[in-house]
């Protein structure tokens, strides 16, 4: 009897010492820390992929540039996703009384400050892993080229980041591979506009110094050459000035020679390039142009469709609407777009021979001009659109080539950076405006003879259309230095209460014209 | 092979040697107990006789007699304690001495109608009667849930157990409700409790049991009872035993077959607005643009009628089918007693489109006693389910943008049902007919269910029990959504079409192992446990999805593109081990003094791995004053005082950095805590239950509960690159009143009415918060309007006021944010101050409140109820009973988000001006104000106060010899009834139904973060019952 119950007994404990020897060591099998990720030096390439992936989304994600445009009266749009009707209304005297950046944890609006602080600090975090990895542990990536393939798109995805802190947030951090994060620091948007350019500086000097082409995972398709490389490290830069200034004062004061230097070599330079990403509708979401390429998302602003046609788009948008254009700008054309199949649930007129290249007309309202006709446009950007690739006739969807930056855009910079120096050569400005005036556009040349005054309308009107849809706002920045925002945008966005409140420090935000008029979180 | 046959051989032998034993001398050695069990006269069958000391006995047959054998050994002129117990009365015993030969005793026992000697076993070392327990145990046994049966067990909960909290998250056919024990636990999370089903520790959802099948509940509600539970018990215990035939008379098969046929509907409309501020034409119709686009009036007043008007609220709730078909085999034979079961079940809910959610359940259980100290309990369970959700495809949300005058049963151009373009400008494409979606992009919930138990019970001693068990469960579901290509939006845009497909395979076991000694000493009786506990656990979910197909019609991946991006796969692996031990020590002291001890350590890969192992105890004590002082009319007096800790386990991502990998590329997320660990909950509950008169107990439990700890995830600075860590930090603190009466009214042969009432009332206060910044909690990043700081109610709502007060208006001038004097504004007629220049123009809105300081968020609700309130009566008339229960949740408020989103759309009928004087009349302008770009404020704050008839049954037995007269098989009984459930609710919430929390699909707490949130309403059902016994 004993021995049974001994057998039994021991029976049961051997069991339970069978099962209880399994480890409750359990690795995580779906997503990988630090040390596994880095443990293989190849997996570098995916930091700097994922570096790149982060930076796209954040780029030309609507969270953070659909506001912006708003405010710009660029595109329009009365949904108010990623808040853009919210950041686009006007009060009833026509100010932005109320829209500034609401800065508190309780508003639903808060998202559109975090999302550019929250995205660009993580390209920016993996692009110093990577460069911490390669400079600071001697990490090689399969070999000494590919290794510095990698350390130079990292740089480049350190300098587009800090670009983006730079010219949307009062201060910020600067972080490099060596940063002590136990003492973080704020500085003022300069210190970080300096870094993001002496970041430049190295990426130029990299890629001139190696040879290589980009895998397809770091751009989702498109590949790069190092002189590429170069000349988009240049744009960037000279964009990065540009777009820097808040207001007409700093943009006088704005190293202007800089930006002709930089965009002189920079992608309409050589062999041109467009720096393009591929977005896949997933992972690499275009969400900007999924809203204002997209027939039934957001439209261009009747200033700019004005622009376009002023005979039949009038500003502000008349009761009724706008009736079907004809304009001289072959981007717009007589505004068809598509075939018969798209007239009943888009509205728009079938594709004639004088359809436009960028823009078509739709008779849709798309919504309720109670909430302020300002925000209606009869008019679409459809410069990027892949209907028919995408859908029966849906519009386009979040996918396909992505333009970041463009050698057009680069030609109005230089160009920019000519008109707005005194002893500027006008003749090159001319020409360079030309590329898209004439070659685009249809439009009379510019001779170069006119006056400054004359040339920058001329180069203010082109960049207003051919900056549309290349990230996020480029047309904010410009109209924040350039003149035209309406009394109240703000300027440039605080420090999130998501991040102050990690340090307790007191919550603030910027623009409105009335006292401070964020609803600040109570005192605990 | 043939050592096996050589021990068969010896064990016939034995045994032959022990017949030819016992037909000699053996029956000189024993004693045999016989007798008869009986109630009020007539015989009591499955009531177990038994010898205490010897743990040996036997149960009654169908005539209440019963016999067993005692081998007297050396127990000769032994005293021992002969004990009758029947689930439902009253147990009796008898002193007898143990001297060869035959004893014969009758026992007549009384019902126990007040449930005074219920018999728990959760919280506790071993089986105890209620009277001893020295914690608040609620039981809930089938008599009081077999009349009204919900679709989940755990609905059945409410209003049965007192401090048990039931919400609704979502109304979707086949959903189980969420329940909260006491104070909430979480901060940030849910607080449903640990559930046990017969052993198994279930990590699946309940709504796959069906309440046929439950043959008793037993709810332990916070750490002060549960600690024996360990880090996943801070919530409390749902113990749920299914049915084995167990309670059977000796001999005794029973067969029940148990059907319920009926209807359910959407009892509450929500309206709209029947008028708009559209011009119109001499015929009605409406005036348009050159682009088709309707012109408003200049006054913007909705004061007009539409062209004509459909009941679209009619023509999208349907009238649906709810039917249950129950069969049961249970049997009693000897060693041997098992219950088959198998269930039938289909909602269709209230959308007529959807076919709504069946299931189909079949499960055995059997307990063998193999020796007289040796058996075995084993039991299998296999359920599969099917619904098609209404729920996740938004359609609530499309429908509240609806106006009156859209048909949605008017075909599309090409001739298919339900018309998809809806749209009419200048309103947003946020319309949608309901129908169109529900009827061609179809979204399906399959599953499969299994769960297996096993457990051996060897009794080597008598004072010494040793068990051993096996649980296992596992889930498989297949969730598919479709939207074909050529899917019309509500202007008749095509889509590409989409698809979504996921796998999921759960499984979960655990085993383990207990060795309980029970001794009797002088003037005490201990009892020891000793267990062991390993929990090991599983996830594996495998999806794709496509994000264009290339034709229509074809509801599978050969359809899709495979352009880059526009196919996903993904999958996910989860595993989770837990290795528990603990101790647990009861005295009983003099039959009056229970005093227990735990202690109870977790080991667990779910904590980081720097804090792998936490410790948990208990000590608990109950007096039973009316053994030492008898008072008048006091039949039983108990004190009970206990304190416990219990824990929380993280969730399985909590503890780890994760760079989450993105097609292949590496983004960061979240950063790692290795010394992230359970939250600690502590909780003192004391009270008293007192039976009196007879036929009344009392019950009254205080709990506090403190819960640190809290596994919270933060934000982390961004230059971290990472998004959030979780990190153990905040107090909640809760107090908890709970009351419970029963009362038998009226118990004689012919008559019986029994009511119970249970009435509570929870405060919850954040006390800490550890260095975690303030921070809003909500459903979803829109609904984050549930403030989270130290000294802060747990469950307020925070947003802006619309300035209603002459202090408000004075504050707003203050801070800036309004110019002029207060004399420049005046209260309109609806109680909001606007613009003196500006009212009764079609340019007056209302006026936001600002503080001094020019913030406008403060407190504008409070979801926290003043009280639970439930009435349960159980009232029988001969053949006829009534079963009702009444519940009611008075105070609390409600975000009713489903009213504000349309505002900006004009939806609501508070537009509808058609009834005011002219002069009164507001633009839509003015109430579109109140939209506020979806930013929380009090227009939207509602009371959820509500009373409920929950349940009601009404069931007629037929007489026997009716029922005999039928001569069908052998047809024993037959009941006749109807059955009603959420038949009427008294409310002044505007909403679908009061009983509602914004989680449906969503995040976080159910019971604090209640938001109106488009989810699938309660309904109504009303059925008629047969069930037939033989």
């Known amino acids: 009897m004993r021995i049974a119950t001994f057998v039994r ?46 930076w796209f989304n954040t780029f030309v994600g609507t969270e953070g540039g659909g506001p912006l445009v708003n405010q710009a009266q660029t595109y329009t749009s009365a949904w108010n996703n990623s808040n853009m009707l919210f950041y686009g209304a006007l009060d009833l005297d026509g100010t932005r009384n109320t829209r500034s950046w609401q800065n508190d944890p309780n508003a639903a609006a808060r998202s559109s400050i975090e999302w550019y ?57 600067v972080l490099n591979e060596n940063s002590d994060l136990g003492t973080l620091e704020f500085v003022h948007r300069t210190v970080v506009r300096d870094s993001a350019l002496a970041t430049y500086d190295r990426v130029i000097a990299l890629a001139n110094a190696n040879n290589f082409t980009t895998p397809p995972g770091w751009a989702n398709g498109p590949v790069y050459s190092n002189e590429e490389i170069a000349q988009i490290a240049n744009t960037a830069a000279a964009y990065t000035i540009a777009n820097f200034p808040r207001d007409s004062v700093e943009a006088i004061s704005t190293d202007w020679a800089r930006v002709v230097s930089y965009a002189s070599n920079g992608m309409s330079s050589g062999t041109p390039v467009d720096f393009i990403i591929n ?4 992972a690499w979401w275009s969400d900007m142009l999924y809203w204002f390429n997209g027939i039934d998302g957001g439209r261009v602003h009747t200033r700019v469709a004005n622009m376009l046609d002023p005979a039949t788009q009038t500003t502000p948008y008349p009761d009724g609407g706008n009736p079907q254009p004809n304009s001289p700008d072959r981007r717009l054309g007589d505004g068809s777009f598509g075939n018969a199949s798209m007239v009943a649930g888009f509205g728009t007129v079938p594709r004639t021979v004088n359809g436009g290249s960028d823009f078509c007309w739709s008779s849709q309202e798309i919504f309720d001009p109670a909430r302020g006709t300002y925000l209606q446009s009869n008019i679409c950007h459809m410069r990027y659109d892949q209907t028919g690739v995408q859908g029966p006739t849906g519009a386009y969807g979040g996918r396909g080539p992505t333009y970041m930056f463009s050698r057009h855009q680069n030609d109005l910079l230089w160009a920019e950076g000519l008109l707005r120096q005194p002893a500027g050569n006008l003749s090159t400005a001319a020409t360079l405006i ?14 170069g003879a006119e006056t400054r005054t004359a040339l920058l309308q001329k180069w203010s009107y082109e960049m207003e259309l051919e900056v549309l849809g290349l990230g996020a706002a480029s047309y904010y920045h410009r109209r924040r230095a350039g003149g035209g925002l309406i009394v109240g945008t703000p300027r440039e966005m605080p420090v999130p209460a998501k991040e102050l409140g990690v340090f307790g420090l007191p919550l603030y935000t910027w623009g409105g014209t009335g006292p401070a008029n964020s609803p600040a979180t109570p005192t605990p | 092979m043939a050592r096996s046959w050589t021990r068969v051989a010896r064990m016939a032998a034995r045994a032959l040697g022990a017949v030819a034993l016992f037909s000699g001398a053996a029956l000189a050695q024993n004693v045999v107990f016989t007798g008869k069990v009986t109630s009020a006269g007539q015989p009591l069958g499955g009531a177990s006789v038994g010898i205490v000391e010897l743990g040996v006995g036997g149960t009654t047959q169908v005539d209440g007699s019963y016999t067993f054998t005692v081998v007297i050994g050396q127990n000769a002129n032994r005293g021992v304690t002969l004990r009758v117990r029947a689930i439902g009365y009253t147990p009796k015993q008898a002193a007898v001495t143990l001297t060869p030969g035959r004893v014969e005793k009758d026992f007549d026992l009384t019902r126990d109608v007040l449930n005074l000697d219920q018999v728990v076993v959760t919280g506790v070392g071993d089986a105890t009667s209620t009277r001893k327990t020295a914690f608040s145990v609620g039981v809930v046994d089938a008599t009081a849930i077999k009349e009204a049966p919900a679709s989940s067990p755990l609905g059945a909960l409410a209003g049965r157990v007192a401090g048990a909290s039931v919400v609704t998250v979502t109304g979707q056919p086949g959903a189980a409700p969420a329940i909260r024990l006491r104070a909430s636990t979480s901060l940030t999370g849910r607080s449903d409790p640990l559930i046990i089903i017969d052993g198994t520790i279930s990590r699946l959802s309940l709504a ?73 034409l001499p015929d009605g119709d409406f005036a348009r643009d050159a682009n088709g686009t309707r012109i408003p009036e200049f006054d913007r007043i909705a004061d007009n009628p539409y062209p004509v008007y459909h009941d679209q609220m009619g023509q999208v709730f349907r009238p649906g089918e709810f039917m249950t078909n129950y069969v049961s085999v249970g049997q009693r034979r000897g060693s041997t007693n098992y219950n088959i079961s198998f269930h039938n079940s289909r909602e269709t809910g209230v959308l007529g489109v959807l076919d709504g959610f069946s299931r189909q359940n079949f499960r055995m259980n059997i307990d063998q006693s193999l020796t007289d100290n040796l058996t075995f309990q084993a039991g299998a369970f296999y359920g599969r389910s099917a619904s098609d959700d209404g729920e996740f495809t938004g359609m609530f949300f499309g ?32 319309v949608e007919n309901p129908l169109y979606r529900l009827a061609n992009a179809p979204v399906s919930r399959d599953r499969d269910r299994f769960n297996g138990t096993f457990k051996v019970t060897y009794k080597p001693l008598s004072w010494l029990t040793a068990e051993g068990n096996v649980n296992y469960e596992q889930s498989g579901q297949m969730y598919k959504s479709f939207t074909p290509r050529g899917f019309l939006n509500s202007r008749g845009a095509k889509g590409g079409g989409s698809l979504f497909q996921q796998s999921t395979v759960e499984r979960a076991g655990n085993f383990g192992g207990t060795l309980t000694a029970t001794k009797e000493f002088e003037w005490f009786t201990n009892t020891t446990k000793l267990a062991y506990v390993f929990e090991d656990q599983s996830m594996n979910r495998v999806s794709a999805s496509a994000a264009r197909l290339g034709v229509a019609r074809v509801p599978e991946f050969s359809a899709a593109t495979l352009d880059a991006g526009e196919v996903v796969p993904g999958s996910r692996t989860e595993t989770i081990r837990n290795q528990n031990i603990f101790a647990i020590t009861t005295f009983d002291i003099l039959d009056r003094y229970i005093v227990d001890g735990l202690v109870r350590q977790d080991a667990s890969s779910l904590f980081g791995a720097d804090t792998r192992r936490a410790t948990y105890s208990r000590m608990s004590a109950a007096y039973r004053l009316s053994e030492d002082l008898p008072l008048p009319g006091i039949d039983e007096f108990k004190l009970r005082a206990s304190y416990g800790t219990a824990g929380l386990r993280p969730t399985f991502d909590a503890q780890y950095e994760i760079f989450r990998l993105v097609s292949g590329n590496v983004s960061p997320l979240t950063l790692g805590n290795s010394e992230l660990k359970p939250a600690f909950s502590k909780e003192t509950e004391v009270g008293f239950n007192i039976n009196f008169l007879r036929d009344f107990t009392l019950e009254y439990s205080y709990s506090d509960k403190v819960t640190s700890d809290q596994i919270l995830q933060v934000p982390v600075s961004a230059a971290t690159m990472f998004t959030n860590r979780w990190v153990n930090a905040g107090t909640l603190a809760g107090k908890t009143h709970e009351l419970a009466l029963g009362a038998v009214l009226l118990s004689n042969a012919d008559r019986f009415w029994r009511i119970n009432l249970t009435l509570d009332q929870t405060r919850q206060e954040i006390t800490a918060l550890d260095g975690v910044q303030p921070f809003y909690g909500g459903p979803d990043a829109t609904t984050a309007i549930f403030r989270v700081a130290p000294g802060e109610k747990f469950g307020v709502i925070y947003g802006s006021r619309w300035i209603r007060t002459p202090e408000q208006l004075a504050a707003t001038l203050a801070s800036g944010r309004l110019t002029g004097v207060a004399g420049d504004y005046r209260v309109n007629e609806e109680g909001y101050y606007v613009r003196n220049s500006q009212w009764r123009t079609r340019d007056e809105v209302p006026l936001k409140a600002y503080n001094e300081d020019g913030t406008s968020v403060v407190q504008i609700g409070d979801v926290n109820p003043d009280f639970n309130l439930a009435l349960n009566s159980t009232f029988q008339w001969k053949g006829l009973s009534v079963n009702a229960l009444l519940t009611m949740v008075k105070g609390g408020d409600i975000y009713n988000l489903t009213r504000q989103w349309p505002f900006n759309e004009r939806r609501d009928p508070v537009m509808d001006q058609r009834n005011k004087p002219v002069d009164e009349r507001k633009p839509v302008s003015y109430y579109q104000v109140f939209y506020d770009g979806i930013n929380a404020n009090d227009y939207f704050v509602e009371d959820g106060s509500y009373v409920r008839l929950r349940e009601l049954a009404i069931n007629w037995q037929l007489p026997k010899s009716w029922v005999q007269k039928a001569k069908m098989f052998n047809l024993d009984n037959a009941r006749l009834g109807i059955v009603g459930r959420n038949l009427w609710t008294s409310t002044d919430y505007s909403g679908y139904d009061p009983d509602v929390t914004g989680t449906s699909g969503l995040q976080g707490n159910p019971f604090t973060y209640r938001v109106d949130y488009f989810t699938y309403p309660q309904y109504r059902t009303f059925t008629f019952m047969l069930e037939l016994g033989f």
């Open chain 2, 208 to 280: 796959d049991i069906n309440t046929e099948d439950v043959e008793r509940m037993e709810v332990i509600k916070g750490a002060a009872a549960s600690s024996l539970y360990g880090s996943d018990a801070a919530n409390g215990v749902v113990q749920i035993f299914t049915k084995r035939g167990s309670q059977l008379a000796e001999g005794q098969t029973i067969f029940t077959f148990r059907n319920e046929y009926g209807q359910s509907w959407l009892p509450n409309r929500v309206k709209g607005n029947q008028a708009h501020e559209f011009q119109l």
């Open chain 1, 117 to 173: 602080w929250e995205g660009y600090y993580r390209s920016l975090g993996l692009s110093n892993l990577v460069l911490r990895a390669i400079r600071v542990e001697g990490k090689q990536v399969n070999n000494p080229e590919d290794t510095k393939r990698a350390e130079t798109y990292a740089e480049l995805l350190r300098g587009l980041s800090l670009t983006g802190l730079a010219i949307n947030y009062d201060k910020a951090y």
């Open chain 2, 399 to 430: 429908l509240r943008f609806l106006e009156p005058n859209v048909d949605l049963l008017a075909p599309n151009a090409d001739g298919s049902p339900f018309n998809a373009l809806v749209n009419q400008p200048p309103n947003s494409g946020n």
């Open chain 1, 434 to 447: 030309n590329n898209t005036r004439v070659t685009r556009g249809g439009l009379p040349a510019a001779s």
């Open chain 1, 9 to 54: 007994g021991f029976g049961l404990v051997a069991l339970m010492a069978a099962t209880g020897c399994k480890s409750l060591d359990i690795t995580n099998p779906n997503d990988p820390d630090g040390e596994r990720a880095l443990s293989d030096p190849e997996a570098l390439e995916s930091f700097v992929g994922g570096a790149s992936q982060v």
């Open chain 1, 279 to 282: 977005a896949d509708g997933n």
